[in-house]
């Protein structure tokens, strides 16, 4: 019998993302707060630099008044192969799974904070404060994901109360895990409208994301690059840079 | 007699009657200590020992009989429980289930009038919770019925690995202690995943 542990071995979850693509709308922000159970911040928060948000966009101006760009980016847990995070949590409560996600166990956490210090992305959050919400959204709370308390540690999981479902309806109904199916989608890329965000199987040949890394990553012109490479994490997040129409083809990636 | 001399205290039987007393106590309030630091313990780490009912269930708003609906009535669990087999819970079945028997049946019955009362009143049962995980873990009984029943075969069998004979309880009690030990020996005999994101996440 295959049991799911030895299918489990077979998956490596990751994100492609086309920057070039980003409009910088926030729909992935807003999905991902509501997916996932995640305190609204309010400004107090943002002037403590202490706001909960598993993916943000950054935002970039470049150039100067009359002629400037808007470049955004979108960040979230890149849930490197080699995590900084990891080997620093001195109660295991972040380690690698074998699907290749780097998962926070939030019962275990116990608030040292060391791994947002040693996260290079800045994707960790810690709870400074009982998560609350207003009595309005009391009711849309997800029931799939735990809501984290004062005093861990949270940040992105690439949706994997969405991963588990979509597994055990596949293995109830008897389906096959479709790559691009919206079941088997993080709230981010469903939200996304401009297709920004792909999330699927880098061990599937077949995938989407594995036929961009192929073509993006491998190929000596593609935009593909990962943030902050040198630092040697290895991400699983692939990043698609701007289309720059000025610049020239010599220039280097 | 000098400064510093020792005098040894006189002991009368009155002094030794009460040291004997003190001791006693002493050691009987210690004896009671550990039996309630055990019984304590015993509780934490499973279910409280089955001694003054302290292992009963709950009491609920309605006495319902299990025993009369399964052992008696045959009924299946799917038959109430209703999406056990498809879904993550359970769930309770509505009112308006039970009453499509009780409408006719269970005339006179003091129970049966509380029940055709919540229906009247158009409100649900607070029934109190027996089962229940903490909630940072996800546990989903499709999934466990599933691998069991192709195990085993039936579907009440199938429950009463972790519930028990509910259908033979006056009172629904928690039997097993549903710690993660307790959880993770099941997985590991059973060869499913430990991994923590199988059920924390």
């Given amino acids: 019998m295959v049991t799911t542990q030895e299918k489990k071995t077979e998956e490596k979850w990751g994100m492609v993302i086309d920057v070039d693509k980003c409009i910088g709308c926030q729909a992935c922000v807003v999905a991902c707060q509501s997916e996932n159970n995640i305190p609204v911040n309010e400004e107090e928060h943002f002037n403590q630099r202490r706001p909960i948000q598993w993916i943000r966009v950054e935002r970039y101006w470049e150039g100067e008044f009359p002629d400037v760009k808007a470049r955004f980016i979108p960040i979230m847990c890149q849930h490197c192969d080699n995590a900084p995070c990891e080997p620093v949590c001195p109660v295991f409560a972040t380690y690698h799974n074998s699907q290749g996600l780097n998962v926070q166990v939030y019962n275990r956490c116990i608030g040292t904070r060391f791994c947002a210090n040693n996260c290079p992305y800045h994707v960790r959050f810690f709870n400074f404060w009982e998560p609350s919400w207003p009595e309005s959204l009391k009711n849309q709370l997800n029931p799939d994901v735990t809501v984290r308390s004062r005093g861990i540690m949270e940040k992105c999981t690439f949706c994997i109360q969405r991963i588990r479902r979509t597994e055990r309806e596949?293995?109830?109904?008897?389906?096959?895990?479709?790559?691009?199916?919206?079941?088997?989608?993080?709230?981010?890329?469903?939200?996304?409208?401009?297709?920004?965000?792909?999330?699927?199987?880098f061990n599937n040949p077949e995938s989407r994301v594995s036929k961009l890394r192929k073509k993006e990553m491998d190929d000596h012109h593609g935009r593909g690059y990962k943030m902050l490479d040198e630092l040697g994490t290895s991400p699983n997040v692939i990043?698609?840079?701007?289309?720059d129409k000025e610049a020239k083809e010599s220039s280097t990636h | 007699m000098l400064p510093g001399d020792f005098q040894e205290p006189r002991i009368t039987q009155r002094?030794?009657?009460?040291?004997?007393?003190?001791?006693?106590?002493?050691?009987?309030?210690?004896?009671?200590?550990?039996a309630l630091g055990l019984f304590v313990l015993s509780a934490w780490l499973g279910l409280p020992l089955d001694v003054f009912g302290f292992n009963e269930g709950p009491d609920q708003p309605i006495e319902f009989p299990h025993t009369v609906h399964v052992q008696?009535?045959?009924?299946?669990?799917?038959?109430?429980?209703?999406?056990?087999?498809?879904?993550?819970a359970a769930s309770i079945p509505a009112v308006g289930l039970c009453m499509t028997c009780h409408k006719t049946v269970g005339d006179g019955n003091p129970e049966v009038d509380k029940l055709r009362g919540y229906y009247e009143s158009d409100r649900p049962i607070d029934w109190v919770r027996v089962h229940r995980v903490p909630d940072h873990v996800h546990f989903v009984h499709e999934a466990h019925i599933r691998f069991f029943s192709d195990k085993m075969g039936g579907d009440s069998e199938t429950c009463s690995i972790c519930h028990g004979d509910v259908g033979g309880m006056e009172k629904v009690n928690q039997v097993r202690s549903l710690k993660m030990s307790d959880c993770v020996d099941c997985h590991r005999n059973n060869d499913a995943p430990t991994d923590c994101t199988t059920c924390h996440y």
Avoid at chain 1, 171 to 200: H, I, Q, S, Y
Avoid at chain 2, 15 to 34: F, N, R, T
């Fill in chain 2, 72 to 88: 008696e009535l045959g009924l299946d669990c799917t038959f109430c429980h209703r999406t056990v087999t498809k879904d993550a």
């Fill in chain 1, 170 to 201: 596949s293995g109830r109904d008897g389906n096959e895990l479709k790559d691009g199916d919206r079941a088997l989608n993080t709230a981010c890329v469903n939200a996304c409208p401009t297709d920004t965000l792909v999330f699927g199987d």
């Fill in chain 2, 15 to 34: 002094k030794v009657l009460l040291l004997g007393v003190i001791g006693l106590g002493g050691v009987s309030g210690l004896v009671v200590a550990l």
């Fill in chain 1, 239 to 243: 990043y698609l840079k701007k289309v």
